[in-house]
């Protein structure tokens, strides 16, 4: 068995070494990665929790998940703009409606999941999508137009659930 050496190289040094070469660990420049977090608070809303988040871009993102209400509980999304978050209006078909997920492809196509339901936002409003009924969608994926992806599960049976949007269907 081959012994193998251990050393340094100086900060920010790249070099690539063949198996079998001396082992070498580069250090690490210390960072401070949350220097620009700012906390902006978002509208008080009674019974309210949010539950996902997806971001397009500073000035463009999207939080959803629920308000509970005495038999059940209703959608709930919030949208911020750069400066503040607002509460934008979502269908709530039924008694027990909420979001788990949301994803965005662009400003224009965003998609919310939760129980027994999809939701897409166009850009002006938020429309349901057809979705089995007896499931749990849990999470959302869409990184095109054209292609999203819901995950979760059926309530009755537990099967996991795949769903996919193609723009069509």
Not at 130 to 153: D, K, Q
């Amino acid at each position: 068995m081959t012994r193998r050496r251990l050393t340094t190289w100086p900060c920010g040094a790249k070099k690539a070494r063949a198996f079998g070469a001396s082992l070498r660990v580069e250090r690490l420049e210390a960072r401070n990665l949350l220097s620009s977090l700012a906390f902006v608070p978002s509208p008080q809303v009674s019974g309210g929790s949010l539950t996902g988040a997806a971001a397009i871009a500073a000035n463009d993102i999207w939080a959803v998940g629920n308000i509970s209400i005495s038999n059940g509980a209703q959608t709930l999304a919030e949208h911020f703009n750069g400066t503040s978050w607002s509460v934008v209006p979502t269908p709530s078909p039924t008694s027990n409606s909420f979001f788990s997920g949301v994803a965005a492809a662009a400003s224009k196509d965003v998609w919310a999941v939760g129980n027994s339901l999809i939701e897409h936002w166009n850009g002006s409003s938020w429309s349901v999508v057809p979705s089995p009924t007896g499931t749990r969608l849990n999470g959302v994926a869409a990184p095109a137009s054209n292609n999203a992806w819901a995950v979760g599960y059926e309530t009755n049976s537990g099967n996991a659930v795949v769903e996919h949007w193609d723009r069509t269907s």
